[in-house]
C-alpha cells in the first residue's frame, strides 16, 4: 500500500509539472513539446487537478485530441 500511495503522489506531481511544462512550450512557440507534455497529462493524469483540465482545454484549443 505504501508504494501505491508513492506512486499517486509521484503522479500528482507528474500531473502539475507536465501540465506547466507543457504550458511553457506553447508560450514559446515549441508546439510539438508541448503537446507531448499535455497529451501525457491528459492520458495518465490525475482528473480531480485543475491542471488536468487545463491540458484537456488546451489539447482540444490544439485539435490535437
Request: charged share 30%; aromatic share 8%.
Amino acid at each position: 500500500a505504501a508504494s501505491a500511495t508513492h506512486d499517486e503522489e509521484e503522479n500528482d506531481r507528474l500531473t502539475e509539472a507536465r501540465a506547466y511544462v507543457g504550458m511553457d512550450f506553447l508560450l514559446s512557440a515549441r508546439r510539438g513539446e508541448a503537446i507531448e507534455h499535455l497529451r501525457w497529462v491528459t492520458t495518465n493524469g490525475n482528473k480531480e487537478f485543475d491542471e488536468y483540465h487545463l491540458a484537456l482545454a488546451e489539447m482540444k484549443r490544439l485539435g490535437a485530441l
